[in-house]
């Protein structure tokens, strides 16, 4: 098993300097962003689609640092309606997939994506309580018109590729849980889309991270490293679908994620938060589900993504490197 980082949070450094910190914390695993919500600031991807040499090279530079690249992630939105957002991200899962390819990495993590509510919709729409049969209806357009169409496709190119696509089941998303997932695989008959498993967006929706590996067994590819607290007292009294949130200032230069969409700021005190690993579960959580995730594949990459806002990059990833390591010798692999 590979014991890693999504690299996400280091792009304000070189590659080779975001290479050597991993190495330095005892990891052996990287992911590298390729488009979608971020950037690409270590990735150049047309170069190395053009030549084999500079794959070779950049290669190189992983293996110099004693780092395996383990996964690329595009994560985005493909099926988003906005035309400046859905058409670009959905490409760069197409050229994501090519160019994994091309270097002879495995994994292509992203999202499922989600579709705007009705034909003509600018804004996409996410449907989790279907109550009354309207719901019902925007939800059959947009798997059967938009979404299934779409994952058809990278159902067949990922399997002329032999790359493996791994969604990350997130909410505002079509798949956001193990049915979901399920959903999507068996209505476009894939071999080539599963999940990367990240209990980060399992906890706070209540669902049991090693129970989703046991139930979906060989359709887990991929994993991440992030942990989520849940804040009981604040949780009692909104329950975890805290909208709270509120539009980053100009001022404060808020992240884009594409078109005119910037990422919004959490709530001062949240039903819940990401964080780092062991900062929500101990080895409670964390040595088993390295062993669920071990017996679907002792080959898997596991990859801390790291999101907790009370640390800085460096003390964040010290502190999960740290907590997962020491969860894998526990666990005995």
Known sequence: MHLGAYTACLH???LDESLKILGELGLTSAEINTGGFIGTPHIPIDDLLASA????????????????????????NPLNPDPLVGPRHADDLRRSIELAAALGVKRVVTMSGLPGGHPGATLANWIVNPWDSQFLNALDYQWQEVAVPFWRDIQARAADADVKVCI???PQNLVFNPPTLLRLIEQTNATHVGAEMDPSHLFWQGIDPVAAI?????????AAAKDTRINEENCRLVGVLDDRFTHTPADQNPLGLGGNNTLNQWPEQPAWQFVAVGRGHGDEFWVPFLQALHRVDPGMAVNIEHEDTELDQIEGLRLAAENLIAAGRKAGL
């Open 12 to 14: 304000d450094r070189p």
């Open 53 to 76: 040499g500079a794959r070779e090279d950049y290669l190189g530079r992983y293996a110099q640092a004693g780092i395996t690249l383990t996964g690329l992630n595009c994560n985005g």
């Open 168 to 170: 990350e089941m997130h």
């Open 214 to 222: 046991d139930h979906l067994g060989d359709r887990v590819f991929h």
